[in-house]
């Protein structure tokens, strides 16, 4: 198997083996702490850009099947692992983790220590790292990855450019694609929804053209002030018609109703991240994939009211504006990998809109 280097912004060198692609490449690098979900990690467009460093130790074991896909295109630039397997065993797998990535033109490195190298993610933070073939000369590529600006079309690069719709016989929702993952739209298809997804730059003029009973703002990745259109977008929105905002949704919610965000030191990536919900007292394991949180102390002088904590570290995960019908969390209750203990948020969002009496084109909902 040919030999690799994922080398760190900070100098730190790791020698692997290659699989996957035989294209170098660089990003951001991060850490997830599923022990399952692998195939579900990799195509979730909230990791558009970025390295993904597996912390369980066995990758590829159940291989990859054609019903775990979170987008059609997968975004990440790199995959980080301990060891993967070659000779997957599972009645649903259909192709290796190896042969996917080559097809995407995705690189990975296995052989690492990768508890090392998560240590040193929660120690310095995310930073920027490359993989390339192991006779490249370090220090050149160490100042070069000092010197490399990070990119901020993440969110243009995962959303769809044109609108289409999912049809249904229930409620109308527009669904604002930042990048989102198929286990949205599968909740709200399964509530018989009908959905109309529109790309991350469309207007709220042409979004109350579609006369919607509510607005979905879905995840996705990067900064959300990287986004300002949607920032417009949901301020014209907010009172007219109900919202509903997942990860970087809720980021944008919360900057359109006064608040601040701000980037973590190395973010939420896992499966199983308790989360206190402050209203009824009770506390949920939840999905969550995300670098940037909604700073608490801003949301003292909005409309916000704080409604569910992280209790690792008691960041903010849930909001909810005092006057308009308009609510988000942090993490992803649509799981894919996870619990689907917040399920129960999308049943939410419906009876928002059942019950909500803003008016939206000369229409009063009652």
């Not at 990745?221 to 949901?234: N, Q, S, Y």
């Amino acid at each position: 198997m040919k030999k690799r280097k994922l080398i760190l912004e900070d100098g730190t060198v790791f020698n692997g083996k290659a699989f996957g692609s035989d294209s170098e490449s660089s990003g951001e690098i991060v850490f997830n702490t599923g022990m399952t979900g692998y195939q579900e990690v990799i195509t979730d467009p909230s990791y558009c850009g970025q390295f993904v460093t597996l912390t369980y130790p066995l990758i590829g074991n159940y291989g990859i099947n054609r019903d775990d896909f979170e987008t059609v295109t997968p975004f990440i630039h790199g995959l980080v692992v301990k060891e993967f397997c070659e000779s997957p065993s599972n009645f649903r797998n259909e192709e290796t983790l190896d042969t996917f990535l080559k097809a995407h033109n995705i690189p990975g490195i296995a052989n690492i220590d990768t508890r090392k190298l998560t240590r040193i993610i929660r120690k310095h933070g995310t930073m920027r790292a490359v993989m390339v073939d192991e006779e490249k000369n370090e220090y050149k590529v160490i100042d070069q990855l000092r010197h490399a600006e990070m990119p901020r079309d993440q969110v243009k690069r995962t959303s769809t450019s044109k609108p289409y719709v999912v049809p249904g016989r229930g409620l109308r929702v527009v669904m604002v694609d930042f990048g989102a993952k198929h286990g949205i739209l599968r909740e709200l298809t399964k509530r018989d929804c009908h959905i109309t997804v529109v790309p991350h730059n469309y207007s709220a003029e042409a979004i109350l053209r579609l006369k919607p009973d509510g607005i979905m703002l879905t995840n996705g990745p990067g900064d959300p002030k990287d986004v300002p259109e949607a920032i417009d977008m949901i301020k014209q929105l907010l009172g007219q018609i109900p919202i509903f905002g997942i990860c970087l949704g809720h980021q944008l919610l919360a900057l359109a109703c006064g608040a601040n965000t701000e980037k973590m030191k190395f973010g939420h990536r896992g499966a199983n991240h308790p989360v206190k919900d402050l209203i009824a007292g009770k506390t949920y394991l939840t999905s969550q994939n995300h670098s940037y949180a909604v700073n608490a102390s801003s949301l003292l002088e909005t409309e916000l009211e704080l409604t569910q904590i992280a209790l690792n570290d008691e960041t903010v995960e849930g909001i909810r504006h005092t006057t308009f019908p308009a609510f988000s969390v942090q993490y992803h209750p649509e799981a894919s990998p996870g619990p689907e203990d917040t399920n129960y948020l999308f049943d939410e969002f419906l009876n928002l809109i059942k019950t909500s009496t803003v008016k939206q084109g000369g229409e009063v909902y009652a």
